[in-house]
């Protein structure tokens, strides 16, 4: 029976061809794949690494996020679970009121706050600390429930979705972000790693 061709020879493992020119076609792939990606200015670059330390984020996190949306991140929608609010507690831990004391003026900080505990109970407990706050959609919430609670969150601040990063502590938390079409989703513990700069 004839092989058939382009099929593998018995023991090959189906890696890369070490024929001659390996080397060079490896090369020349890797140069024409970085010719494709965009470019920066340095100065843009700069004020990029600038933006993402006052945001506190890494600035790969940052630059996937920016790149992905198209634009800025205006502001942060936080689950109550990334706030490491238990039910009925209406007071922040000190650790995640300073990091987001921190964080103001830099971009907006939504709350979506679980049953029981009460959205207006944490702003009264902590004034200033949020520029909007309200209801997370329950874990029972269909897709479109979780979409219209979301963007109904966003709109009452006139917030653009691609310009809002969710913060995250819970894989259902994670779906808000494709169901409400948001910029992206960080994890709370990379999120609050590193405060925000000055």
Not at 57 to 74: F, N
């Amino acid at each position: 029976m004839g092989e058939r061709p382009g099929s593998a020879e018995i023991g090959h493992n189906g890696g890369p061809t070490m024929e001659a020119g390996f080397g060079f076609r490896k090369l020349a792939w890797t140069k024409a794949r970085r010719a494709l990606l965009p470019s920066l200015p340095l100065e843009v670059v700069r004020l990029r690494v600038t933006r993402a330390k006052r945001l506190g984020l890494p600035y790969q996190t940052y630059a996937t996020i920016r790149a992905t949306s198209g634009h800025d991140i205006v502001a942060f929608l936080f689950s109550g679970n990334a706030l490491d609010l238990r039910p009925g507690q209406a007071v922040l831990v000190p650790s995640v009121t300073a990091h987001l004391d921190a964080l103001g003026g830099q971009a907006d900080r939504i709350g979506a706050i679980y049953a029981p505990t009460d959205p207006q109970a944490i702003a009264a407990s902590q004034p200033g600390l949020f520029e909007g706050l309200g209801r997370a959609p329950g874990f029972t919430a269909t897709w479109r429930e979780t979409r219209e609670g979301v963007r109904a969150l966003l709109a009452a601040r006139g917030l653009p979705r691609d310009g809002v990063v969710l913060v995250a502590a819970t894989s259902i938390e994670r779906g808000w972000t494709s169901a409400a079409g948001l910029a992206g989703t960080i994890d709370r513990a990379t999120f609050f790693a590193t405060p925000p700069a000055a």
